[in-house]
Nanobody, 124 residues
């Protein structure tokens, strides 16, 4: 199984970006999905999370500008970011709780599966 994040890039302050993270492989079920970020020299922090049913939770400082959503049919979680600031510059990682079949056809329920990260740079 794999989590593939995409959509990062360079954006000017005040601009918007939409990140995507798709889960692939022999997936049977996806539980909570979320986005985290890590700026240079800082610890990784939670940005937002969302349950299978669509209940979202945000870092207090970001809820006014960021929106998390998911498409369960596509095994994908999104992060719409608006009014971006230089301090939003970071590598953004997705995380998901996955149930899948491994190469031996054994069902595995595994929390905290991480994607590879996508760089977001906010600069003029």
């Amino acid at each position: 199984v794999q989590l593939q994040a995409s959509g990062g890039g360079l954006v000017q302050p005040g601009g918007s970006l939409k990140l995507s993270c798709a889960a692939s492989g022999r997936i049977l079920n996806i539980g909570d999905m979320g986005w985290y970020r890590q700026a240079p020299g800082k610890q990784r922090e939670m940005v937002a999370s969302i349950t299978w049913g669509g209940r979202a939770h945000y870092a207090d400082s970001l809820k006014a500008r960021f929106t998390i959503s998911r498409d369960n049919a596509k095994n994908t979680v999104y992060l719409q970011m608006s009014s971006l600031k230089p301090e939003d510059t970071a590598v953004y990682y997705c995380k998901a709780d996955l149930t899948f079949r491994d190469s031996h056809d054994i069902t595995i329920a595994q929390k905290d599966n991480w994607g590879q990260g996508t760089q977001v740079t906010v600069s003029s």
